[in-house]
């Protein structure tokens, strides 16, 4: 009957619901959400396989820890061929290296497993050949040495001859200038005095000039002596030094004798003494023929200038000069051919060695010693293997594609190689080989990628999984890096910020392209993840998050409610609430209604009276109960019975 009014009344139903929709909503458990949809996942299950607990983390320790966290994007993957091959070495990039010489190994300088650099030394070997021809060339040099210093002396001898003779040439052609002028005008006077019939006068100015010519020549013979002494005593000092021959000290004491006589006969010059005859010869008879002779002293100056430009002695000292030079310059050659055979044999080997036939082996690449073959005071032939090196800076990726894929792979296309012992590494690298046939049974053909070996962590013969990039996914993706993934117990799981707390929530993963993993479900666009350091958060929420200080007081064993802060929720956080709330009031009090009018029904009818009517309740079947029971959404949320239950 009660029930009854109540059902007649629309607003106490109204009011009834609404009371009833309250008290769902202040009763039902809070839970913190990452994202809108985010709920469940948060929280354990009752299953075996637990999800990790939140771990709270504040920025200083997180930025400590090196914890990086990064929005979970949507973008277009770099897909293409996969394939698989193995690592190996570029071609020269391996170099037996190789006893240039016969000899003995007198040091090794390095060790298997060594890095070396181009030109750097390897061993040491002494050889008895190279020794030998060293010997040769430094007794060839010092003979050429020797005769350069000789030339280098005559040379300077010839230049001071040279010079010397200058001088002299120099002084004879101003005498002969001075003579050609003296008997020019004598010849002049000589004329005019035979048109005056100046006798007397011309045999006296003959005199005087006589006298003049005299002196002159005096002083010039003068001039040779001292000059002819000095090259004597020159002369005598070299040859009693062996510089010169005697002969040529012979020759210089003659010319200094005849220097003296010179300047005795220029002292007694019997001129003067013929023109004081002429004086008194004058005075009776006018001497016609004089005025031919000096016609022909003119003649015989401008002859005895023209012998003193063009001196003998001064183009015999300028040939000698140029010998001197051309024997200092073959000696030079002879001490530069001197250490020819020897530098042209070390450039044949492609080695360099000491004084003492010591030959120091180098590097011909940059690279690893990988092996090596001798000892110590072990003696070699020629090309004999020393050791092996390796240059693995960078290497090939080979594999087999098919031949229908050929025309998708070209050269230049980047590569991501994966190998077995670096399973969460990637390597990248670019074709640069493609095969010119197709295998006839296998219908392949084979690629090669060079890729760049950091650290040497590629190592020839690793089995390598290769995937060639021809293309990007039609539509984009929401992908992460696969660091941020850890695997528990067979879950793939990631880490999400929530203010200071990082929640483990678990995913569905999709392909991978490189470092980056497709996210199929699990995740929302701009969920912000951990990217760098998500397995360190895994083993402290493991360990029971982060530990308490020595300061903090003890905590009682009680479980923990978690306290949220429901102005911090987003609106949509509230409105997805709200919507969970009427969906659980509404299913609650239709079945409320429609059971109660079953119970109620006969009774109602009895007491209307003339006013019967009937309550026709809505059909609910199963599914429709079971649809609204349940919030399905991308993560599968399930009921929240099992937190309410803990907390209370």
Do not use: C
Not at 131 to 153: C, I, M, P, W, Y
Not at 160 to 166: A, G, H, I, M, T
Not at 221 to 238: C, I, S, Y
Not at 257 to 283: G, W
């Amino acid at each position: 009957m009660i029930f009854h009014k109540y059902a007649q009344s629309p607003a106490i139903i109204s009011s009834f619901s609404g009371s009833l929709f309250s008290l769902i909503l202040l009763s039902s458990p809070a839970a913190v959400f990452a994202h809108a949809g985010h709920g469940n996942e948060f929280h354990q299950s009752g299953e075996t396989t637990q999800t990790p607990a939140a771990i709270s983390v504040d920025a200083e320790t997180a930025k400590r820890l090196g914890i990086k966290v990064s929005p979970a994007a949507p973008q277009r993957l770099d897909i293409g061929i996969k394939t698989t091959g193995q690592i190996e070495t570029l071609p020269n990039q391996k170099v037996e290296v190789t006893a240039p010489v016969a000899g003995k190994v007198v040091e090794l300088l390095v060790k298997p497993g060594d890095k070396v650099s181009k030109g750097q030394p390897l061993a040491v070997l002494s050889s008895s050949e190279l020794g030998q021809l060293r010997v040769e060339s430094l007794s060839k040099q010092a003979e050429a040495e020797a005769d350069l210093q000789q030339a280098e002396g005559d040379l300077k001898l010839a230049r001071e001859n040279y010079d010397r003779q200058l001088e002299i040439s120099a002084a004879e052609i101003a005498q002969a200038q001075t003579q050609l002028t003296a008997v020019t005008k004598q010849y002049q006077r000589e004329q005019e005095l035979v048109n005056k019939r100046s006798v007397v006068q011309a045999a006296q100015e003959n005199y005087q000039r006589q006298v003049e010519i005299a002196q002159a020549e005096i002083a010039q013979a003068e001039t040779e002596l001292t000059v002819a002494k000095e090259q004597f005593d020159r002369d005598k000092e070299l040859a009693a030094s062996g510089a010169i021959a005697r002969r040529t000290m012979l020759e210089s004491q003659a010319h200094f004798a005849e220097a003296k006589a010179a300047v005795a006969k220029a002292k007694s010059r019997p001129e003067v003494i013929k023109a004081q005859t002429e004086i008194k010869q004058a005075e009776v008879d006018l001497p016609m023929r004089e005025l031919r002779e000096s016609q022909g002293r003119v003649a015989e100056a401008k002859a005895q200038l023209t012998r003193a430009q063009s001196r003998r002695e001064v183009l015999e000292a300028e040939n000698q000069l140029k010998r001197g030079k051309t024997a200092v310059e073959v000696a030079q050659s002879r001490i530069r051919l001197a250490d020819a055979a020897y530098q042209a044999r070390l450039q044949q080997l492609g080695t360099v060695a000491n004084d003492r036939g010591l030959v120091t082996v180098v590097a011909p690449i940059s690279g690893t010693v990988a092996d090596r073959e001798i000892t110590p005071g072990e003696s070699v032939n020629a090309e004999k293997p020393l050791m092996s090196l390796l240059n693995d800076s960078r290497v090939f990726a080979t594999a087999n594609i098919y031949e229908k894929d050929l025309n998708k792979v070209k050269k230049g296309q980047e590569v991501r190689v994966k190998v077995a012992n670096l399973p969460d590494r990637t390597f990248n690298g670019k074709i640069v080989l493609i095969g010119s046939s197709v295998a006839g049974e296998t219908r392949v053909v084979p690629v090669k990628a060079e890729l760049d070996n950091i650290n040497g962590k590629l190592k020839p013969g690793l089995f390598a999984e290769l995937e060639i990039l021809t293309d990007k996914t039609a539509t984009n993706i929401l992908a992460i890096p696969s660091a941020a993934v850890v695997d528990v117990s067979g879950k793939k799981t990631v880490y999400l910020q929530n203010g200071n707390a990082y929640q483990a929530v678990e995913i569905e993963l999709g392909q991978t392209a490189g470092d980056l993993v497709e996210v199929k479900r699990g995740l929302f666009e701009g969920d912000l993840i951990v990217t760098q350091r998500a397995p360190q958060l895994y083993a402290q929420s493991l360990r029971g998050g982060s530990k308490t200080s020595k300061d903090e007081p003890k905590k009682d064993a009680t479980p923990k409610v978690t306290e949220v802060n429901f102005n911090n929720l987003p609106v949509s956080l509230w409105w997805a609430g709200i919507g969970g709330g009427v969906a659980i009031a509404s299913l609650t009090f239709t079945a409320g209604v429609l059971w109660g009018n079953r119970r109620k029904l006969p009774a109602i009818a009895a007491d209307s009276g003339n006013n019967n009517f009937s309550v026709s309740a809505p059909t609910l079947n199963a599914s429709t109960v079971h649809e609204l029971s349940l919030r399905d959404d991308n993560h599968r949320v399930k009921s929240q019975e099992t937190e309410a239950k803990s907390l209370n």
